[in-house]
């Protein structure tokens, strides 16, 4: 275990995509100006195009507050006269910034970050800079228990990495691998069953969704693309992310969030990282536990014992069936 800290003149610029969610937006941009480093990060924003004339007067209102941020070292803002949706936006927003930096922190305009968090992202993502079985660094985590574990650990590894507040490396990333064809030649029998299998109940529905364009997922195809090259996502063992786009206005989440995290509280700045990366099992089972059936339907059941759960429900009754 090495105790590791950043030079603080090497950060890696923080990417942040918006589209029409001004309140959200506001949230996590008030949350990331409270970080520790924020006024030494370079912040680069992708603001996405209309889908429809309903969308224009909301995203002109999220365009007109981006445009007067302040407490970065600098802010540059690209705002699409089209709409590419989050796929495209994500993967050509992300491949761009990446021809340029070595590195990157990706956030979209729903998630909260504890002021430590672009502490444990820097620090992480110079560390296993050079090693090829990391592909990627989260700052988001589920509550994987084991205190002990916690409490001695500052991350674990496992083969599915997440989407709400991560980094990589630009040799880390290509954007030809999110290509359908690239994709799919790896989608025999065998490799979906394994995807499955080390990567959660869920996830192999979602990339066959993808695949077949009724979701707009990058997400899922980096998914894919760690298991297919055997590559780790890095976490924290107490999260520095939490997500607040569920509900109504969210595009891609409607429905209930039953991942449930530890929020990091204590804001260290100090972390431990290991030099060897493999997965623990036990923790590795109970992160995965997360996106089994049987966890979702508990979760629901246990809505029904508290205040507005019955609400939550019939508001995910009716997006998903009704």
């Given amino acids: ?15 942040l995509f918006v589209y029409n969610r001004i309140e959200e937006t506001k949230l996590t941009i008030k949350a990331l100006q409270a970080n520790f480093l924020a006024n030494e990060s370079d912040l680069i924003i992708f603001s996405d195009g209309c889908k429809g004339k309903n969308d224009a007067d909301s995203i002109n209102k999220v365009r007109s507050f981006v445009r007067n941020i302040k407490g970065f070292k600098s802010v540059k803002i690209f705002e699409s ?16 910034v990446l021809e340029k930096f070595e590195t990157i922190i990706v956030l979209e305009d729903d998630l909260i970050t504890t002021p430590n968090f672009l502490d444990f992202m820097n620090q992480a993502l110079s560390f296993y800079k050079d090693n090829e079985e990391v592909y990627s660094v989260n700052g988001f ?20 990495t997440y989407s709400w507040g991560w980094g990589t ?11 359908n064809q690239n994709i799919r030649k790896y989608m025999d029998d065998r490799n979906l069953s394994l995807f499955k299998k080390n990567c959660g109940e ?3 529905r979602m990339l066959i969704d993808c695949m077949s364009g009724a979701n707009d997922s990058w997400y899922v195809k980096w998914g894919f693309i760690h298991f297919i090259k055997n590559k780790l996502a890095v976490y924290p063992t107490l999260s520095k992310v939490r997500n607040i786009g569920y509900g109504d206005s969210a595009t891609h989440c409607k429905t209930i969030n039953v991942l449930e995290i530890k929020y990091d509280t204590q804001y260290s700045k100090d972390f431990t990282f290991p030099v060897k990366t493999k997965i623990n099992h036990r923790i590795s089972k109970n992160f995965l536990s997360f996106f089994t059936f049987k966890h979702k339907l508990l979760f629901r059941f246990r809505l029904i014992f508290k205040s507005e ?12 069936y009704l």
């Fill in 141 to 160: 985590t589920l509550d994987i228990g084991c205190e002990e574990f916690v409490r001695l650990n500052d991350v674990f590894f496992h083969n599915r």
């Fill in 309 to 320: 759960g019955l609400n939550l429900l019939w508001k995910d009754i009716q997006y998903k």
């Fill in 1 to 15: 275990m090495i105790n590791y800290l950043i030079m603080q003149n090497n950060l890696a610029p923080i990417c």
């Fill in 202 to 204: 869920d996830i192999l």
């Fill in 81 to 96: 006269s089209e709409n590419k949706g989050l796929a495209k936006s994500v993967i050509d927003g992300v491949s761009l």
């Fill in 169 to 179: 490396w630009s040799d880390k990333w290509c954007g030809d691998d999110f290509i």
